[in-house]
């Protein structure tokens, strides 16, 4: 059913050109997600056959495109989880799991050749649920992870196929990293900024795909934008084009796998499509996925690192301190759905999701969160740290602007992921 929609959508299409050139790459994109979100691939958790299975579809995707294999073996960067990584302590029985990134290479040329781009995506998602879940009871459920990165891992893969047609000249070398295990602590991530193709001090940029399947009204998300003085300048030019309405902020701290590359003082860039309801929930759905988008955001991606690739200048990177940890495991939750961007003096809702503290109470999407009890909230970060002063079971006042007005609403916190 789903399938012959698309293709009638595709037919009636193909009568302009860049239309039909997008509608070819969304009909590509749909079909990886599909592959890549099936509830055969067991929701592509750490240790699954599932993995593995997306794993060597990726690496198929790879061959096929010509992409060079980094080692003799293939395009597998195989490792074992260490014992002593913080990620496989907290997730007990993950410890010397045997995991692979899948990285490919489209080779330089000419002076530049010496120098990389990484454009990575992570390919595994939370299995079956457990840890990291925000559905409660929902252990044993395949999470499919579509948007969660089935939609980067497919955009990956376009990426390296429209980048691979363009007219040779001096250019970088491009690695494709698809990220193994990021979802319990960017392990993929950090394995490969240990062991990189090439040092990271020839690493000029780094592009992270992750949860770009969701792309409503044009609203793309760019997180990592201060990590070099040229990204603003760099995007506003290519968008011109492609007119997102782009949202460019912060540093490279992010939790997904550009932090480890911005770790070692590579300037890096997330590009991301905001959360939404059924974010690290069992209904993320290759259903749900806006095609179209993933396309739109591969198209322009590839724009965007073409023009790295290809530049004279490397970026000028720029080092920011790493935010202080979060005090306090405190699990104290609202239940509401943050809109990424920066919202001026407060954070903005994109949803609320039912069932939790904050729909009782009475708040709405589309409301800014400006304080929760004592504590002001100017932005996501400050939202997080006020969460991480109280418990479940407090009860807290929270002020929201909404419209013209300023709203207090008597809220009783509840459990991260209950
Ligand atoms: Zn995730």
Redesign the pocket.
């Known amino acids: 059913m789903h399938t012959v929609l698309l293709l009638l959508t595709f037919l009636a299409a193909t009568v302009a050109t860049p239309l039909h050139a997008q509608n070819v790459t969304a009909h590509r994109v749909q079909a990886h997600v599909e592959y890549l979100a099936d509830d055969a691939r067991e929701g592509r958790g750490v240790g699954s056959e599932g993995l593995d299975s997306a794993a060597a579809y990726i690496a198929r995707e790879f061959a096929r495109l010509g992409l060079t294999q980094p080692w003799s073996d293939g395009f597998f960067q195989r490792f074992e989880i260490s014992p002593t990584a913080t990620a496989a302590l907290a997730h007990t029985g993950l410890a010397g799991a045997s995991v692979k990134n899948v990285v490919g290479i489209l080779p330089g040329r000419g002076k530049l050749a010496g120098q990389v781009i990484v454009v990575g995506a992570h390919y595994d998602?939370?299995g079956l649920g457990g840890m990291?879940s925000l559905d409660p009871d929902s252990t044993g459920v395949v999470h499919n992870?579509a948007d969660?990165?089935g939609s980067g891992a497919a955009a990956l893969i376009e990426i390296a196929r429209l980048v691979r047609t363009r007219a040779s000249g001096e250019r970088r070398m491009i690695v494709f990293v698809a990220f193994t295990a990021?979802?319990i602590g960017v392990v993929g991530s950090t394995h490969y900024v240990r062991q990189p193709v090439r040092p990271n001090d020839s690493t000029a940029a780094m592009i992270n795909l992750d949860m770009v399947g969701r792309l409503r009204d044009g609203k793309l998300l760019a997180f990592g934008t201060e990590t070099a003085l040229d990204w603003d300048h760099l995007l506003d030019s290519l968008n011109a084009e492609y007119e997102f309405d782009l949202h460019g902020s912060g540093d490279g701290w992010g939790r997904s796998d550009h932090q480890s590359f911005y770790a070692v003082g590579i300037p890096v860039l997330h590009l991301f499509t905001d959360t939404h309801e059924d974010y690290?929930r069992v209904t993320d759905d290759a259903d749900k996925i806006n095609t179209a988008g993933v396309a739109r955001i591969a198209r322009f991606a590839a724009d965007l690192v073409w023009a790295l690739a290809t530049r004279a200048a490397r970026l000028t990177y720029v080092s920011l301190p790493r935010p202080e940890p979060i005090a306090g495991g405190s699990q104290a939750s609202l239940g509401t759905i943050p809109d990424m961007t920066e919202s001026p003096g407060g954070v903005r809702l994109t949803g609320v999701r039912a069932g939790t503290p904050a729909e009782t109470a009475g708040i709405q999407a589309g409301d800014i969160i400006t304080r929760i009890g004592e504590h002001e909230v100017n932005d996501l970060y400050a939202m997080s740290r006020a969460l991480a002063a109280y418990e479940p079971g407090d009860v807290v006042t929270v002020v929201v602007k909404r419209g013209n007005r300023m709203l207090e609403f008597e809220v009783t916190l509840g459990r991260r992921g209950g």
């Open positions: 998602h939370l990291g992870g969660d990165n990021e979802e690290h």
